[in-house]
T-cell receptor
Framework: DAGITQSPRHKVTETGTPVTLRCHQTENHRYMYWYRQDPGHGLRLIHYSYGVKDTDKGEVSDGYSVSRSKTEDFLLTLESATSSQTSVYFC??????????????FGQGTRLTVV | KQEVTQIPAALSVPEGENLVLNCSFTDSAIYNLQWFRQDPGKGLTSLLL?????REQTSGRLNASLDKSSGRSTLYIAASQPGDSATYLC?????????????FGKGTHLIIQP
């Protein structure tokens, strides 16, 4: 298994509170991603990073921010959590490798409930 | 905007059957296509990756094909087993490669009956 650790694995928080999810990798991959998975929508890209301090928005970035101060860590922050952000959040990593494969590997997910 | 569709949404077959899962995408300018397996409450496990210049990839009882011009991929599972029961997801990476994320289908929920 790719060395990706997400924390926490489960969290319940109240509407309006800030929440930070952490993704830690031991693979030294350049690219890191945050997705959310919801019934009826599948997985959708929130934000991604292409290097330390280099990030960009994905399809569903409103209400989320990210930071990457070290290669191994990618943080996702919900500035003021809303019930619509109740979801399962997945971190992924990839690297071009020698053949430019860019194979993506996923963490185990964080189940977030906003009440 | 790229859209990925997986058919069927659900499939239930007896053990031992060979089966095919389908994936279609609207923009043929892709960098690669990846098939994943997801067990309930778990993360995604990469099964096969096909680069845009390739036609197929094989791993054990799994074979994935890619027809980029028609926007289609299939995942063939030979001699299915109850342990193959899971949701199978297809995802494409846009042609820019690099940082681009994946666009996913909604998956095929597969049940193999013992």
């Amino acid at each position: 298994d790719a060395g990706i650790t997400q924390s926490p694995r489960h969290k319940v928080t109240e509407t309006g509170t800030p929440v930070t999810l952490r993704c830690h990798q031991t693979e030294n991959h350049r690219y890191m991603y945050w997705y959310r998975q919801d019934p009826g929508h599948g997985l959708r890209l929130i934000h991604y990073s292409y290097g330390v301090k280099d990030t960009d928005k994905g399809e569903v970035s409103d209400g989320y921010s990210v930071s990457r101060s070290k290669t191994e860590d990618f943080l996702l922050t919900l500035e003021s959590a809303t019930s619509s952000q109740t979801s399962v959040y997945f971190c992924a990593i990839s690297e071009s490798g020698g053949q430019g494969r860019h194979e993506a590997f996923f963490g185990q997910g964080t189940r977030l409930t906003v009440v | 905007k790229q859209e990925v569709t997986q058919i069927p949404a659900a499939l239930s077959v007896p053990e031992g059957e060979n089966l095919v899962l389908n994936c279609s995408f609207t923009d043929s300018a892709i960098y690669n296509l990846q098939w994943f397996r997801q067990d309930p409450g778990k993360g995604l496990t990469s099964l096969l990756l096909i680069q845009s210049s390739q036609r197929e990839q094989t791993s054990g009882r799994l074979n994935a094909s890619l027809d980029k011009s028609s926007g289609r991929s299939t995942l063939y599972i030979a001699a299915s087993q109850p342990g193959d029961s899971a949701t199978y997801l297809c995802a494409v990476k846009e042609s820019g490669g690099g940082a681009d994320g994946l666009t996913f289908g909604k998956g095929t929920h597969l049940i193999i009956q013992p």
